[in-house]
């Protein structure tokens, strides 16, 4: 197993010996990588390796038992310290990850637009005090992010449609552009495009493409191995809870060392 070598340095993204159990089961087994701003980090492997755990730990959705995380040398996590899991600091820090599922989790109910906006309007209520002075102000400036996002995706016209009404691709779309509404400063994807058919799995990562292009720092656990080896920094592969071997694509996809993952890339 490859131990974290790289220089944290100027590092945006730390994450230190992070553990997660469920009951007897340990899903994560002391997991530690750093991520530069403007990287993009691929995560693969087979399922049941804690790749989701893992992700669903930085976004706050499952709490680490151990270890930390840091963002901008920050603590948003330490084990050892409780102050930071009181619900303030868990929602605050909550919005430096924004998570794209892989099923699109859309609000049926709210048209695309809506999809957009509904977070950033609670968010403005709850803490921009601009709000109660001029709020229509906030809202018009909350709209015209949403409108510039879709169109960034493609999607300007489909505004008021429901998500009933999209593709799985532009859902999909539509599911990254919310992501983007609250300026996230690391932007997570979890299989983005396994609810998808080929066809539509190309618009998708065009999309991640284009945001690597603009300077977006990733995370993204992915089956695609093309998508890992050409828009990837860094790769990790995951298995049974540890980080089995990390580094380039070209050096994992070309050269892997570990067993475990020459038998995942043959498969």
Same mark, same amino acid.
């Given at each position: ?13 730390? $994450?230190?010996?992070?553990? *997660? ?5 340990? $899903? ?7 991520? *530069? *701003?403007?990287? +993009? ?31 901008? &040398? ?25 998570? +794209? ?36 102000? +906030? ?80 995370? $993204? ?20 809870? +540890?980080?089995?071997? &990390? ?21």
């Amino acid at each position: 197993m490859d131990k974290e070598n790289r220089n944290t340095k100027d590092a945006l993204l730390e $994450v230190k010996d992070l553990t *997660k159990s469920f009951g007897e089961t340990q $899903v994560l087994k002391g997991i530690s990588f750093s991520l *530069k *701003k403007g990287e +993009v980090l691929a995560i693969i492997g087979s399922s049941g390796s804690g790749k989701t755990t893992l992700l669903r730990c930085l976004n706050f959705l499952e709490t680490a038992d151990g270890g930390q995380i840091l963002v901008g &040398s920050n603590p948003v996590f330490d084990a050892g310290d409780p102050s930071l899991l009181n619900p303030k600091n868990i929602r605050k820090n909550r919005l430096t990850f924004g998570l +794209v599922f892989q099923n699109f989790q859309l609000f049926p109910q709210y048209s695309v637009l809506q999809n957009l906006t509904l977070a950033a309007v609670l968010s403005a209520k709850q803490n921009d005090p601009e709000y109660k002075t001029d709020k229509k102000k +906030v809202l018009d400036a909350i709209d015209a992010r949403a409108l510039s996002l879709l169109e960034r995706i493609g999607l300007a016209a489909k505004k008021d449609n429901f998500p009933c009404q999209l593709s799985g691709g532009q859902q999909q779309r539509v599911a990254i552009a919310r992501a983007l509404m609250l300026t996230p400063t690391i932007l997570c994807f979890d299989e983005p495009t396994s609810a998808l058919d080929p066809e539509l799995t190309k618009e998708v990562l065009r999309v991640i493409r284009d945001l690597k292009e603009n300077g977006h720092t990733m995370v $993204v656990v992915t089956h695609e191995m093309d998508f890992a080896k050409d828009v990837a920094d860094q790769v990790i592969f995951m298995a049974n809870g +540890v980080i089995e071997e &990390s580094g380039s694509p070209a050096d994992l996809f070309s050269a892997p060392k570990s067993p475990l993952l020459k038998s995942f890339l043959s498969q």
